[in-house]
């Protein structure tokens, strides 16, 4: 039995977590972290370093600048982390990677399995298409979202650009400039409105062509299911920085 603490618990993400968890038999919640606390049929603290309760994994679904006293108290109590907040800072990021030299840390700027392997399409139609192709990332999200591109269009340009030997530069929107689009360019664009679950599109346009490969979020429910198997997969791991393809290799 994996013991978990939710960090934001509270929240929509964690609610879902919550469902999952209460459905499945080798897991359960033994405590909860959030600043806007509720009544839940486990503990739910307010401060990390008053977590009394012992846990195997914790798995975060909070906020940006709860990171720092969350690996603060993984480092303290050994304790391996998922982490699935998105729209951390470049400096956060090379804060989790220096975490995970001491610490087992799972992370994915998306923990759709679908995702995952959108990703891995996308490499492949790079690695096929090569600079002959343009590549523009169109993502949408509902109307609360705060960070933007976010996370997973991210992950996307990173994967086309890994391909192409970071050679690219990445554009936000155009309406800043008057001029003809570079090659090197990758063009990442927003949108949000409505109850929009996550919508990505990674577009290759062509001479006389376009390719597009798209995927669908229909409900966050999915992003739950990849958080509690990435909190089962994690538990008594050794340091180090997980993320999807670990855990698909590991056949969850």
Do not use: W
Request: hydrophobic share 40%.
């Amino acid at each position: 039995m994996t013991d978990i603490l939710l960090c934001g618990c509270s929240g929509k993400m964690g609610t879902a977590v919550r469902n999952i968890v209460a459905n499945r038999q080798d897991c359960q919640i033994s405590a909860g972290f959030d600043q806007v606390p509720m009544q839940l049929d486990f503990p739910v603290y307010t401060a990390m370093e008053s977590i009394a309760e012992h846990v195997d994994v914790v798995v975060d679904f909070s906020h940006p600048t709860a990171l720092e006293s969350l690996l603060q108290y993984c480092k303290k109590h050994s304790t391996p982390a998922v982490l699935c907040t998105t729209g951390y800072s470049a400096e956060q990021v090379k804060n989790v990677e220096e975490a995970a030299r001491e610490l087992p840390v799972f992370y994915s700027r998306n923990m759709s399995l679908g995702i995952n392997l959108l990703m891995e399409l996308v490499k492949t139609a790079e690695s096929v298409l090569g600079d002959g192709f343009d590549v523009e990332i169109v993502e949408a999200h509902h109307n609360q979202k705060i960070d933007a591109p976010s996370g997973t269009a991210l992950m996307l340009a990173d994967a086309v650009n890994g391909v192409r030997e970071n050679r690219m530069k990445y554009t936000y929107d155009r309406h800043s400039q008057r001029k003809k689009r570079e090659q090197n360019e990758l063009g990442i664009h927003s949108v949000r409105g409505g109850t929009i679950v996550g919508e990505h599109q990674v577009i290759f346009a062509g001479q006389h062509e376009v390719i597009t490969l798209s995927h669908s979020a229909q409900s966050k429910e999915l992003f739950a299911v990849g958080a509690v198997n990435a909190a089962v997969f994690m538990a008594g791991r050794g340091p180090g920085l997980y993320d999807m393809s670990d855990l698909i290799r590991d056949g969850i």
